[in-house]
């Protein structure tokens, strides 16, 4: 995992932004906005062009994270993205899969400062769920980035346990 | 939809090729291509209705302009890919359709989702081909524009 944080991190400090639409503007990935029925977004690299797009059915919160995910998607998973029919992973049902998984905590980590997160977390009449949507993110969310946390020495109680598919929902 | 076309779009969806096809009929292949390419039409009534019967619909039907078929997204597909790209649009299109497929065979979509993922692969298809088309092909090391000394 530390490879994810590691390229989180890079990328806010070189485009000086969390902002997950301007990050992807950077990377020049292309990102629509498209009726997708209940699939939330899809990443799809062909031709050497990569798109992100996204259901424009979705709220902005939503947009917002389907979008860092899927970036993480083009960061960690860009082989499994190709077109092509050997390649069958470009959308992949199983939420709980490997490349889903990093690609949530790679989410986490972009819209999740840490000093914001343990400034909520202190307040006295805050608990996880208000936290988590005080940020504008799922609980879920929340629980990847309290076990990014952890691994950094942090000591925190996370009251569920994310098993990544919370997307699906 | 012209009687051309409509031949030829029931000869693809039976999946036959122009020469088994012809062969079946009795005629050649190359007056096989004038019809579906709207070049000539069957003198004899019977060859029509030979063809009618091969695919189970009325002669009446495949010579009436005014009746067409229904193309499926897929088949509209390939057509426009064709016309943009002649010379690869249609084996790229086919890969395309393949892959496709095999997102589809997840069995998790629903009809309309696949519709809506359709609609969307499609798009991206031919913008990504816009693209790879205005920035060119990548250079391969070795390729023409080795220096000269």
């Not at chain 1, 990443?43 to 990569?50: A, D, P």
């Not at chain 1, 988590?132 to 925190?156: S, T, W």
């Not at chain 2, 999946?15 to 050649?28: E, N």
């Not at chain 2, 993922?117 to 790879?132: C, G, H, N, R």
């Amino acid at each position: 995992m530390e490879f994810i944080l590691r390229e989180a991190k890079r990328l806010i400090q070189k485009h000086k932004t969390r902002n997950p639409f301007e990050i992807a503007d950077c990377l020049n990935i292309n990102v629509l906005y498209r009726p997708l029925g209940k699939l939330k977004g899809i990443y799809i690299y062909t031709r050497r062009s990569r798109y992100i797009c996204i259901n424009n059915e979705l709220d902005s919160p939503a947009r917002r994270l389907v979008c860092a995910h899927e970036i993480g998607h083009d960061r960690f998973h860009r082989h499994l993205a190709k077109m092509n029919p050997q390649a069958q992973e470009l959308i992949s049902y199983d939420m709980s899969s490997k490349p889903e998984r990093e690609a949530n905590v790679f989410a986490a980590e972009i819209l999740l400062p840490d000093d914001e997160v343990i400034k909520l977390i202190n307040d006295a009449d805050m608990n996880f769920f208000r936290a988590a949507r005080e940020l504008y993110v799922p609980p879920e969310l929340m629980d990847f980035k309290f076990q990014i946390l952890k691994n950094r020495g942090y000591r925190l109680e996370a009251p569920l346990n994310a098993t990544g598919d919370f997307l699906k929902k | 939809m012209q009687f051309g076309e409509k031949i030829r779009l029931l000869r693809k969806r039976a999946g036959i090729s122009q020469k088994d096809f012809a062969a079946q009929l009795g005629i050649t292949r190359r007056a096989l291509v004038y019809y579906e390419n709207g070049q000539r039409f069957p003198r004899e009534a019977e060859l029509i209705d030979k063809i009618a019967s091969f695919f189970n619909v009325s002669s009446d039907f495949l010579t009436d302009d005014s009746e067409s078929i229904a193309m499926t997204k897929e088949e509209i597909f390939l057509e426009e890919a064709k016309a943009e790209d002649k010379l690869r649009g249609k084996s790229e299109a086919k890969k395309f359709i393949e892959t496709t497929k095999c997102l589809f065979a997840g069995g998790e979509l629903s009809e309309e989702d696949k519709d809506a993922l359709f609609e969307v692969l499609t798009e991206i298809y031919f913008d990504s081909k816009k693209k790879a088309k205005k920035y060119g092909a990548r250079k391969n090391k070795g390729s023409k524009n080795t220096p000269t000394d």
